[in-house]
């Protein structure tokens, strides 16, 4: 387990590229496959008894930053827009209240990492020395999991589906502006 864990330690995670972002479906998408990423390290180090500091604070400043901004793109963006043009007969709203209510609840749990994350980083110790500490991180890591896999299985073909040119392209639109801020 740890010849894995330190060859991910290279921190082969990287953004997409932010031309994608005009083409809003497959941002997500690749946004999606890089959260799994994220997802097995957690789980990778939830398991390794070594100390990989430079990967705990690069995953707390994930989570805090890119998961935050992540979850705001679709919440403010994506959803909507999809509640917008979803017909009856799709029965999505269930899945978007569904994938709203599991926002919060991650929200919570990240903060948890977080904190696990920094308390271990002061100690320099590995989170995996700590049973509830191991457990949280397990944790997060199956949840997001379960997420990403809903959205990739209900709402990206929902949108492929359902949202028009000009949806897109005004989607696109919005999430490179949102790029633009701080």
């Known amino acids: 387990?740890?010849?894995?864990?330190?060859?991910?330690?290279?921190w082969e995670i990287d953004a997409p590229d932010e031309t994608l972002r005009a083409d809003p479906l497959e941002w997500?998408?690749?946004?999606?496959?890089?959260?799994?990423?994220?997802?097995?390290?957690?789980a990778e180090l939830a398991e390794d008894p070594g100390f990989h500091g430079e990967t705990m604070s690069?995953?707390?400043?994930?989570i805090r930053t890119d998961l935050a901004r992540h979850v705001a793109e679709e919440e403010e963006e994506?959803?909507?827009?999809?509640?917008?043009?979803?017909?009856?007969?799709?029965?999505?709203?269930?899945a978007l209240g569904q994938l709203t209510a599991e926002h919060r609840s991650e929200a919570d749990l990240a903060r948890r990492v977080q904190d696990i994350l920094a308390e271990r980083l002061a100690a320099g110790q590995s989170?995996?020395?700590d049973p509830e500490a191991q457990g949280v991180l397990r944790a997060f890591a199956a949840q997001e999991l379960q997420h990403l896999a809903l959205e990739n299985a209900v709402v990206l073909p929902i949108?492929?589906?359902?949202?028009?040119p000009d949806d897109l392209a005004a989607l696109g639109r919005r999430l490179v502006a949102r790029s633009s801020c701080p």
């Open 28 to 42: 997500f998408a690749a946004e999606h496959a890089r959260h799994r990423q994220v997802c097995r390290l957690i």
């Open 1 to 10: 387990m740890a010849t894995m864990l330190h060859q991910a330690l290279d």
């Open 127 to 129: 989170p995996a020395k």
């Open 159 to 164: 949108a492929r589906l359902r949202l028009t």
């Open 78 to 94: 994506l959803f909507p827009l999809l509640r917008f043009r979803a017909l009856p007969e799709d029965e999505f709203e269930t």
């Open 58 to 62: 690069r995953l707390a400043a994930f």
